[in-house]
């Protein structure tokens, strides 16, 4: 029998096990400059919990405005309990089990997306760091050439080539969101491209680029490529053969990510962690070679290859890594055990939910959904775009501020803060 865990009972077991631990070592005093007056405390903690309900509440199942949820209470007990310790997965010293956990968690995570092994991996605050750093190696492999980028590809790559200053060379997209692989032959002919970026799951549309077909392309140009899945990386899982069958799945392309130079994938968005959790990967272990560098006041425990000796950020948080490596060993990265099913609700809900768009007079699908974001419009009364435009804004205005909605409570407490 599966039941929702108890968010309370896992919890209060973590922080009970930490207490428990701190005891071991005998009792000993807090210094009296940590001290806080009780009624300022009371009213810091009020205030801040009331200000929380300001929120939109994400984990109701009518709310389905943004790619965002909470992270599961298993994530949710595994973080508190580590972050209470705070290491730091800088460096081995930092913090030594989450850093083993870390190095475990991003093998799992280049085994699901099929990397021959071994992959040079670490997490990251989250998706742009992770493809910060794959760009930065991208410039360093070939600083004389542009990259490549659809024009569907998240805004952070034009940032970050900004950043590093790579040349881009945009690459147009068809009427659903997907990279051209006609103007992509015509741009690896015409210019002198280092590395192509490709989206599986692109933020707007959820739409997946034809990594088949374009690798193959970049293969016989020998140009790098790196697959942009911070977003879609976990449905990879849904290409298994124990997955549920799911018509028209672009299964092949989520396949090809495995012969991608490099990799980005975020556990903060469909991993079931709490944001500040990304993850970069490459299947070149040599590019290491990149990040060099000494730190003689944190390397000097061990002989073995620190995660700060192959990562730009500095510290990040061990608790990102305990949380996601306890959230993986109760729900496992398995198509039908574990994400998998969690996934295939996902793309199950986007569906059925296109479905009844398509039935709808209301309503136009822009296109079916490729992953589980479904992109649609009202059907304005004129065929114009200002039509579709102020039809969208009252739909929004409606579905703000219906009564009904669980967001009314919500509402109301903004209104009373002003
Ligand atoms: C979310 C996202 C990013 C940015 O990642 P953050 O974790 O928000 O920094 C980059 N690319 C894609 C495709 C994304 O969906």
Redesign the pocket.
């Known amino acids: 029998m599966q039941s929702y865990p108890s968010i309370d009972a896992l919890v209060h077991r973590a922080l009970q096990h930490v207490d428990d631990w701190e005891d071991s070592w005998g009792a000993f005093d807090r210094h009296p400059s940590l001290g806080v007056a009780p009624d300022r405390l009371d009213d810091a903690l009020d205030e801040y919990l009331e200000r929380l309900e300001g929120n939109y509440p994400f984990h109701h199942p009518r709310y389905a405005g943004q790619m965002l949820k909470p992270p599961h209470p298993i994530a949710v007990a595994a973080y508190v309990a580590a972050q209470r310790i705070n290491p730091n997965n800088h460096a081995l010293d930092g913090g030594p089990p989450t850093s083993q956990m870390e190095q475990e968690v991003v093998t799992d995570l280049a085994d699901m997306l099929g990397l021959p092994a071994p992959t040079l991996g670490h997490l990251t605050g ?4 992770a ?1 910060l750093e794959a760009l930065w190696v991208a410039r360093e492999l070939h600083p004389d050439r542009a990259l490549a980028v659809s024009a569907d ?2 805004y ?1 790559h034009g940032r970050m080539s900004d950043v590093l200053n790579l040349d881009v060379v945009e690459v147009p997209t068809d009427a659903r969101g997907r990279l051209r692989l006609d103007a992509l032959q015509q741009t690896l002919e015409a210019e002198p491209i280092g590395t192509l970026v490709l ?1 599986a ?3 707007g549309l959820g739409t997946v680029d034809p990594i088949a077909d374009a690798v193959s392309l970049c293969d016989s140009h020998e140009v790098r490529v790196h697959v ?1 899945a ?2 879609g990386g976990f449905f990879r899982l849904m290409t298994l053969d124990a997955a549920p069958p799911l018509d028209g799945f672009p299964d092949e392309h989520f396949e090809a990510i495995q012969r991608a130079d490099s990799v ?1 994938i ?1 556990p ?2 469909h991993g079931l962690q709490p944001y500040g959790c ?1 993850c970069i990967l490459f299947r070149d272990p040599a590019v290491g070679r990149f990040y060099q560098h000494d730190s003689p006041y944190t390397y000097f425990t061990s002989e073995e290859l620190h995660l700060g000796e192959i990562s730009l950020e500095c510290s990040r948080a061990g608790a990102a890594a305990g949380a996601l490596w306890c959230t993986l060993r109760a729900l496992p990265l398995a198509p039908d055990d574990g994400v998998g099913p969690i996934l295939a609700a996902c793309l199950r809900a986007a569906r059925t939910w296109a479905e009844e768009i398509e039935r709808s007079d209301a309503l136009t699908l822009l296109a079916p959904p490729e992953t589980d974001i479904v992109a649609y419009f009202p059907t304005p009364e004129t065929p114009r775009l200002s039509a579709v435009e102020d039809a969208s804004r009252t739909l929004f205005d409606r579905a703000m501020n219906d009564p009904d909605a669980p967001i009314a409570r919500t509402r109301d407490a903004r209104r009373s803060v002003g």
């Open positions: 989250g998706g742009t760091v493809n590809a998240h952070t989206t799951g692109t933020t942009d911070a977003y980005a975020d903060h968005k990304g």
